[in-house]
């Protein structure tokens, strides 16, 4: 069976998986990059920018099994842009450029379907308004029997948590407190019960916390 | 200038260092001891205890710097004992026994004071209504030229973080999703720029976050 897997997903002390005030030219508003900034030196993401150069230590080692064996994700509508309600039109495609760094079918979920995108790369993002368990069902159709990705945002992963369909979860807790924004572990009480939960702190300061189902 | 510091406070992943509903069985409500399991495996605790064993490794080493150099400490009134509002009688005196591990006057921070009481093995209890940087002077006083220890509860060391009154702080995060109780974190955005941080995972799972003032 298939996995359903998270990956690299960044939490403040306070359990912030974004800040407040998401727009176009800050999709994780108040936080700016500061989730981020122990991502942005790996190698495995100098790569996905078509850069060269990067750390290769156990940081970029965790990073790196991002896309392994991935044939789908699963995102959130934030995930893909900052608009809210009907799409006023259909002519942005969304904040991941015209070579989107995933690579393999995406579903969008939004309460307002739109017609599918095929971008270059081998990325697509098809909008569907469904349940987790259905958007799940849909994704793994298309991963071809390789595992999902819940790719994000906070409620995204919430949502598919709530409902026991992770196998596994790697969270990156970054050691700042964001005071406000969307949090991550909210309604998940006892989460780690249902997983083997291991934690290792690297140089810049992250901690990264993996959940496996056992 | 002796420092104000904050030892082996322990908070969930979600961010919460106690749970909901304290009562004279359940210091830490619904959390149980799921906060401290790690710290009780330490042979600094056993020792508190009047035992001997446990650990020595590094997340002993961590622990035993809790109480070098400590003079006094502030605590809030729920570390003492889970009565509120005006004192019934005097004739409990709170979690910590007839011989509590802290060895020196102790302030406890209540809005209804009541006579000092003087323990065994040098621990004398003060209770004080007052801002946090009144009971800081009244501590320091006592603690004739060492450290004073913020001892917690979660609204206690958040508030003297908020006034900017801690040099040093250690807290133990703990692979938990806790779901409910007091956060420590509330209110203390961008806490991190105040501090030099340091993240360290020990295979308890916990990962020791230490904040320093540079």
């Given amino acids: 069976m ?3 897997r998270v990956h690299n997903f ?17 999709p994780f508003g108040h936080a700016g990059e500061r989730l981020h900034e122990w991502f942005f ?3 495995t993401f100098q ?14 080692a965790i990073v790196r099994t991002w896309d392994t064996g991935i044939g789908a994700e699963i995102m959130g509508r934030n995930k893909f ?5 009907p799409w006023e039109n259909h002519d942005w495609n969304g904040w991941w450029g015209p070579n989107p760094p995933f690579h393999t079918p995406v579903f969008v979920l939004t309460h307002h379907p739109r017609p ?3 971008m270059e790369g081998g990325t697509t993002f098809h909008f569907v308004d469904a349940t987790p368990e259905e958007a799940l069902r849909q994704a793994r159709e298309a991963a071809g029997g390789l595992d999902v990705r819940i790719g994000g945002g906070p409620s995204t992963v919430r949502q598919f948590l709530a409902a026991d369909l992770v196998d596994h979860m790697h969270v990156a807790v970054v050691p700042i407190v ?5 949090r991550l572990w909210d309604g998940l009480e006892e989460l780690e019960k249902r997983f083997r939960v291991e934690s290792v702190s690297t140089p ?3 901690t990264h916390v993996t959940f496996t189902r056992p």
Same sequence: chains 1, 2.
């Fill in 81 to 85: 842009g900052p608009q809210r309600g």
């Fill in 204 to 206: 810049s300061g992250v």
């Fill in 178 to 182: 964001l005071g406000r924004g969307e």
């Fill in 47 to 60: 790569a996905m920018q078509g850069k060269t150069g990067g750390s290769t230590g156990v940081e970029d």
């Fill in 10 to 26: 960044a939490v403040s002390l306070d359990g912030f998986a974004t800040g407040e005030g998401q727009s176009l030219d800050e």
């Fill in 116 to 118: 599918s995108v095929e």
């Fill in 41 to 43: 030196e790996t190698r």
């Fill in 2 to 4: 298939s996995r359903v």
